[in-house]
T-cell receptor
Framework: AQTVTQSQPEMSVQEAETVTLSCTYDTSESDYYLFWYKQPPSRQMILVIRQEAYKQQNATENRFSVNFQKAAKSFSLKISDSQLGDAAMYFCAYRRRMIQGAQKLVFGQGTRLTINP | DGGITQSPKYLFRKEGQNVTLSCEQNLNHDAMYWYRQDPGQGLRLIYY???????QKGDIAEGYSVSREKKESFPLTVTSAQKNPTAFYLC???????????????FGNGTRLTVT
């Protein structure tokens, strides 16, 4: 079975600085997707960024980027120019590639990110 | 606007009582899911449904039941057999088959259930 591990229960960063959240996963599959979700105090789950395993290029969405290391099974999230609104729980998630059917995501334990003004 | 509605936001029950959590979506999504969130454990899949009148157990289905009589609705019943029912419950849905399969899950705002 696939597992996702986030080894940092809590992280903090000064506003405007850069922070990296770690995620490792375990799978025997070669084709899959990886996601980072953000859960602010409202508890709404918001997709931050996604990565297809068959793509070597790291995904980027504005201030958010990933470092995807397939051989090491590592998928870290870098937040640049941190803003107060980035404060949230961040979840890493894995899903194997499927032609159709339900998207069963496996989530990590989460990292609580605090932004210090 | 399309989305997923979970109600109520907070729910309180006495131990031994069954309780049903509502989840409605107007996104025309085929698949729907229930996740449970506990501190330090992330989200864990309880049940999921790919189409109407069909559903499968997830990783922690014991003590829960679901139904999928309509495409838009996927209610979750927390039965008295669930040993630790107090948690935050999230409902989600995903795009129909044929759309890009890296499309994300769409989540509701969740229901906080407290059982005493």
């Amino acid at each position: 079975a696939q597992t996702v591990t986030q080894s940092q229960p809590e992280m903090s960063v000064q506003e405007a600085e850069t922070v990296t959240l770690s995620c490792t996963y375990d799978t025997s599959e070669s084709d899959y997707y990886l996601f980072w979700y953000k859960q602010p105090p409202s508890r709404q789950m918001i997709l931050v960024i996604r990565q297809e395993a068959y793509k070597q290029q790291n995904a980027t969405e504005n201030r958010f980027s990933v470092n995807f290391q397939k051989a090491a099974k590592s998928f870290s999230l870098k937040i640049s120019d941190s803003q107060l609104g980035d404060a949230a729980m961040y979840f890493c998630a894995y899903r194997r590639r499927m032609i159709q059917g339900a998207q069963k995501l496996v989530f990590g334990q989460g990292t609580r990110l605090t932004i210090n003004p | 606007d399309g989305g997923i509605t979970q109600s109520p936001k907070y729910l309180f029950r006495k131990e031994g009582q069954n309780v049903t959590l509502s989840c409605e979506q107007n996104l025309n999504h085929d698949a729907m899911y229930w996740y449970r969130q506990d501190p330090g454990q992330g989200l864990r899949l309880i049940y999921y449904s790919q189409i109407v009148n069909d559903f499968q157990k997830g990783d922690i289905a014991e003590g829960y039941s679901v139904s999928r009589e309509k495409k838009e609705s996927f209610p979750l019943t927390v039965t008295s057999a669930q040993k630790n029912p107090t948690a935050f419950y999230l409902c989600a849905s995903s795009s129909p088959s044929g759309t890009p399969d890296n499309s994300p899950l769409h989540f509701g705002n969740g229901t906080r259930l407290t059982v005493t």
